[in-house]
Structure formats: C-alpha cells, structure tokens
C-alpha cells in the first residue's frame, strides 16, 4: 500500500516556474516509477512525464525542455520543475506511483495539486 502527498501548486505569471513535489509513504511496497499527469479544464487526463527507478525519463512534447522529472530515493520523493510556463500548462497535477509489494504490481494516485498560469 502507498499513500502519496503532493504539495507545490499555485498561481504563477506566464514564463513563470513551479516546483511540485509528491512524497510517498509505502509500507510494504517498493516503487517501481513516479509519473507525473494533468487534467485541465474540459479535458480529458494526459501524461506529463514518467521517472523509472533506474532513472530513465519520459516527457510528453508538450512540456520537453520546459519540466524535469526527478526523484529523491532516500526521501521517496518525486520533483516536477516547472520552467517557461504557458496559459495551457493550467491544470489540475496527479501524481502516480508503480509500485511491487511482493508479488503484486499495483499503481496509486495522489489528491492532486492546481497549477493556474494567468497570463
């Protein structure tokens, strides 16, 4: 089982950065991957960006050389840094979590955090 918080989402001008942060709390569970996904108004849940445990990232087009995904192993934590944002970054962010407890692979979702670019 894991629990995840996320914190860091506000209201920020565009060009503008954020920094969102999802922790997790995992009992028995290791985790395998953190992701990133948004949903803005009207629309439907799309990927942002994806961190393996080894490291290895994926990026929607959208957000390429604009965010960073990355991780804090010791701390169970996953950073998104937010660069040049854009009217259309506005969204609500989840936070996901692949994880293995035993044998079973299951995945988790945070509460989500707003991002609001005015511009």
């Known amino acids: 089982q894991v629990q995840l918080v996320e914190s860091g989402g506000g209201v920020v001008q565009t060009g503008g950065s954020l920094k969102l942060s999802c922790t997790a709390t995992?009992?028995?569970?290791?985790?395998?991957?953190y992701g990133w996904y948004r949903q803005g108004p009207g629309r439907q849940r799309e990927l942002v960006a994806t961190i393996s445990s080894g490291g290895s990232t994926n990026y929607a087009d959208s957000v390429k050389g604009r965010f960073t995904i990355s991780t804090d192993n010791a701390r169970n934590t996953a950073y998104l840094e937010m660069n040049s944002l854009k009217p259309e970054d506005t969204a609500d962010y989840y936070c996901?979590?692949?994880?293995?407890?035993?044998?079973?692979?299951?995945?988790?979702w945070g509460q989500g955090t707003q991002v609001t670019v005015s511009s």
């Open positions: 996901k979590v692949w994880a293995r407890d035993g044998l079973v692979d299951d995945y988790y």
């Open positions: 995992a009992t028995t569970s290791s985790i395998n991957a």
